[in-house]
């Protein structure tokens, strides 16, 4: 995904996906899944009922989910392109930043 950027901000067991400087992905090395961000809690709930997704743990804040490792890879994609594009929309680039 274009201007993404993978960092461990809280030890090397947590990798978190960024664009623009805000985390659309988190997961931890040991951890149960992924986790997403969604539109907000009532979009969180809906897909937490469509699937096997729980609300993330450690993300409050709402509309995180916590998407299981075993969810199918086509649902995880889904999810992530998702998250990266709801953060991408609600946090565009700086105006003056140059182009890519």
Same mark, same amino acid.
Not at 16 to 30: D, L, R
Not at 47 to 61: D, E, H, K
């Given at each position: 995904? #274009? %201007?993404?950027?993978?960092?461990?901000?809280?030890?090397?067991?947590?990798?978190?996906?960024?664009?623009?400087?805000?985390?659309?992905?988190? !997961?931890?090395?040991?951890?149960?899944?992924?986790?997403? %961000?969604?539109?907000?809690?009532?979009?969180?709930?809906?897909?937490? @009922?469509?699937? @096997?997704?729980?609300?993330?743990? !450690?993300?409050?804040?709402?509309?995180?989910?916590?998407?299981?490792?075993?969810?199918?890879?086509?649902?995880?994609?889904?999810?992530?392109?998702?998250? !990266?594009?709801?953060?991408?929309?609600?946090? #565009?680039?700086?105006?003056?930043?140059?182009?890519?």
């Amino acid at each position: 995904m #274009p %201007r993404t950027e993978r960092v461990t901000p809280f030890g090397p067991d947590t990798v978190v996906w960024k664009i623009n400087g805000h985390m659309f992905a988190a !997961y931890t090395e040991t951890g149960a899944g992924l986790s997403v %961000r969604t539109t907000n809690l009532t979009r969180a709930l809906a897909v937490i @009922r469509q699937s @096997r997704p729980a609300s993330a743990p !450690y993300l409050t804040g709402g509309g995180w989910v916590l998407l299981p490792w075993e969810t199918a890879p086509e649902e995880l994609r889904l999810r992530l392109i998702e998250s !990266y594009n709801l953060v991408r929309r609600d946090w #565009p680039r700086d105006v003056g930043a140059a182009e890519e």
